[in-house]
């Protein structure tokens, strides 16, 4: 194996490493939801912002009559509010509530506040190395 595949090998297991420790540290807050998987998916895809039912039923493979039953329980719980849509009186709109997007960003900011506070520990060199890496990845990422 090339020095280059050697390389890759070694930023690929420490990935997993960083990945599995933030998973970890995440882990308190994702157990003490009491969602459902369907339940969980709507808050996914409601976290993007407000969508119709019909489109929510879309996006997670679902019938209307589901994801408007799965809908109003989530309002139960207050986590998602419905509204009439302003240009299509027949249509309701979902979002989340406060509260449905406080835990939202519970779940996905969790990870930015470890990284960060790892980060903080960085020499400013290192620190540059991995903001000039991650860069670089983004730009072939997005590259195709």
Do not use: C
């Amino acid at each position: 194996m090339n020095d280059r595949a050697t390389l890759a090998d070694e930023v690929l297991r420490t990935h997993r490493l960083v990945t599995r420790t933030l998973r970890a540290a995440a882990r308190p807050t994702w157990l003490e939801l009491d969602l459902t998987m369907s339940q969980l998916k709507a808050m996914v895809a409601l976290g993007e912002g407000s969508m119709s039912i019909g489109d929510l039923a879309e996006a997670l493979g679902i019938g209307l009559s589901a994801a408007s039953q799965l809908v109003e329980r989530l309002v139960q719980q207050g986590l998602v509010e419905r509204r009439e849509d302003t240009a299509d009186r027949r249509r309701s709109l979902v979002e989340l509530s406060l509260r449905g997007r406080e835990i939202d960003t519970r779940l996905r900011e969790g990870g930015a506040e470890q990284m960060r506070a790892w980060m903080a520990r960085l020499a400013d060199g290192d620190l540059a190395a991995l903001a000039h890496g991650l860069r670089a990845l983004a730009a072939a990422a997005s590259s195709g």
